[in-house]
């Protein structure tokens, strides 16, 4: 089992980066010869970005389902991604060729993304008791104390005092953002 971080910690990453969602959804569970293929694709595609630090790619989750699969992907700019979607010579290009050809003749299997361009500062995270997950891979971890403490102080709208009673989470007046 992956070790628990039972510290109250954010994470952050400096400048902007980009948020990949990007999934396959089995139509036809009995046809694995359909989709066990495209299934597989990920994993060395996954290999190949982890093995290049230049890649631009910076961490990742993966949600396994019974008829969805859902890959998040964090990377240090959408150029880096787009960059390695359109190389010919890295594993993507001519696997995404492949899929949307067996696509084409059959709807077994589907495919799915999305791109999430995230400014600096316009996001906040929170964990707690649990493994690094999400940008909690991706990014720093940070203790959950003073200004991050709360997810308006992580936003930087307060000083992260709003909340009255850490038990109760009461605020003491709204917040409004920028």
Known sequence: MTELNTERVTAELEGDFAVFRIGIRINSLWKVHEWLPVFRAMPKMLDELEADPDSGLLGYDTKLGIRNHELVQYWRSFEDLRE????????????MQWTNEQMRESDDVGIWHETYLVRDDAYE???DNVPPIGLGKAGTLYPATGRRRTAAGRLGWTEGDEVSSEEDGIPNEPVESE
């Open 84 to 95: 390695y979607a359109l190389d010919s010579n890295a594993r993507h290009a001519p696997a």
């Open 125 to 127: 995270t929170v964990y």
